[in-house]
C-alpha cells in the first residue's frame, strides 16, 4: 500500500524558512516525477512544485527564487525549502505522486493518484 507521509509544516513568522518532507512508502518512487501542492482557505489547490526522476524542476511563478524542490531517491524522500516565506504562502501542503512511472510533470491535480494527508504551513505578519 502507497503512502505519502509529509511533515515539517507550522507557524513560522513573515521571512522566516520551513523545511518540508514527503516520505514515501510501500513502492520506490525514484524514477517517477513528484510534486508538492497547496491549498488555501477558499481557494483552489494548486501546484507549487515539482521534480522529475533526473532532478529537473518546475515552480509556480509565486515561489520561485524562494523555494527548492529536491529528492533523496535513497530515501524515498522529496523535500520542499521555503525561504522568505509571505503571509500568502499559508496553506495546507500536499505532497503528491502519479501512478504511471512515464507521467510527465503537470499542474493537473487529477493526474496525480497518490497524495499524502498535509501538512499546515502558517506564516504570521
Known amino acids: 500500500q502507497v503512502q505519502l507521509v509529509e511533515s515539517g509544516g507550522g507557524l513560522v513568522q513573515a521571512g522566516g524558512s520551513l523545511r518540508l518532507s514527503c516520505a514515501a512508502s510501500?513502492?520506490?518512487?525514484?524514477?517517477?516525477?513528484m510534486a508538492w501542492f497547496r491549498q488555501a482557505p477558499g481557494k483552489q489547490r494548486e501546484l507549487v512544485a515539482g521534480?522529475?526522476?533526473?532532478?529537473?524542476?518546475n515552480y509556480a511563478d509565486s515561489v520561485k527564487g524562494r523555494f527548492t524542490i529536491s529528492r533523496d531517491n535513497a530515501k524515498n524522500t522529496v523535500y520542499l525549502q521555503m525561504n522568505s516565506l509571505k503571509t500568502e504562502d499559508t496553506a495546507v501542503y500536499y505532497c503528491?505522486?502519479?501512478?504511471?512511472?512515464?507521467?510527465?510533470?503537470?499542474?493537473?491535480?487529477?493526474?496525480?493518484?497518490?497524495w499524502g494527508q498535509g501538512t499546515q504551513v502558517t506564516v504570521s505578519s
Open positions: 521534480i522529475t526522476s533526473g532532478g529537473s524542476t
Open positions: 510501500g513502492r520506490s518512487f525514484s524514477s517517477y516525477v
Open positions: 503528491a505522486a502519479p501512478r504511471l512511472m512515464s507521467t510527465l510533470m503537470t499542474p493537473n491535480r487529477s493526474t496525480y493518484e497518490y
